[in-house]
């Protein structure tokens, strides 16, 4: 499928939202697993991706970090964009197989890191992050770090739709957009989006 918002892209997406997401919500969670975040193109990571393809400058000739990097979405768009190496960073296992599946599918070239990432510097010169601030405990972690690599030089881009922990007063506002979204899982048609700067 192709994302509403990105249409360059390719990727495999569930189909069947609402109904996968709650069999699987429930029957991983039976299991202590996570739900299936990487089998939706959530409204962060298509506005930060449509940003990416629009502005190929913010990471062409960069080493790029996707952090929590889902489907592998918004790391596909920066190497669309000419990036000289991109890491997709997530700690759900099922992440790495997405990623490779959907990095093929565009004939692009993706790294993959499973490790918790937070508070670690890889030396990247651009960190994109998609719909990362859902809640309190994850955003207080990730504020600081992102100020860390921030304040040594490092692009630190956020696409957010809104969600409640999003540390406005820190951020600097690139661009807006309205992005259709799968109405089962937001509860909307459409969330408008917007890419962050640290600054």
Known sequence: MRPPHVPEIALYLADEAHDLWHRTEEELAEIGLPPPFWAFAWAGGQGLARYVLDHPGTVASKHV???????????????????????????????????????????????????????????????????VFYEKPFADRLVPWFEKLRARGADVLVGDPGRSYLPRERLEKLATYEVPVTRALEDAEVKRTTVWRFA
């Open 65 to 131: 970090l996707d952090f929590a990097s889902g489907s592998g979405l918004v790391a596909i768009a920066a190497m669309q964009a000419d990036a000289v190496s991109v890491v997709g960073a997530d700690i759900d296992p099922f992440c790495e197989a997405a990623i490779r599946l959907n990095a093929g599918a565009n004939d692009v070239t993706i790294g993959f890191e499973g490790a918790d990432l937070v508070g670690h510097d890889g030396g990247w010169d651009v960190v994109l992050a998609g719909d």
